[in-house]
C-alpha cells in the first residue's frame, strides 16, 4: 500500500466512525432524558470506570490511546447531556 492508499483507508474508517459518533450521541441524548426525568446526575463514576476498564483490557496495543479517546467521547457526552438537561439544544 502507498500513502494515497493508506489515506483512503483512513477516510473510511473516519466516515464510519462519524456514523457511530452520531448513532451514539443519539443515544446520549435519550439517556439525558431519562436522567431529567428521574432527577439522576449526569456523572456517574463508577460507570465510566466500568467502562474504561473493559477499554483497556481490550486494547494492550494502544492502551492508553484508547483510554484517552473513550475519555474525551464520554467527556463530550457528558457534555451534551448538560446543554440537553439545561434546555440549551
Known sequence: MNLINLRDEIDKVD??????????????????EIKKENGLPIFNKEREAEVIRHISAKTPKFNDEATEFFQNIMDISKKVQTKLMNNNI
Open 15 to 32: 466516515k464510519e466512525l462519524l456514523k457511530l459518533f452520531i448513532r451514539r450521541m443519539d443515544l446520549v441524548t435519550n439517556i439525558a
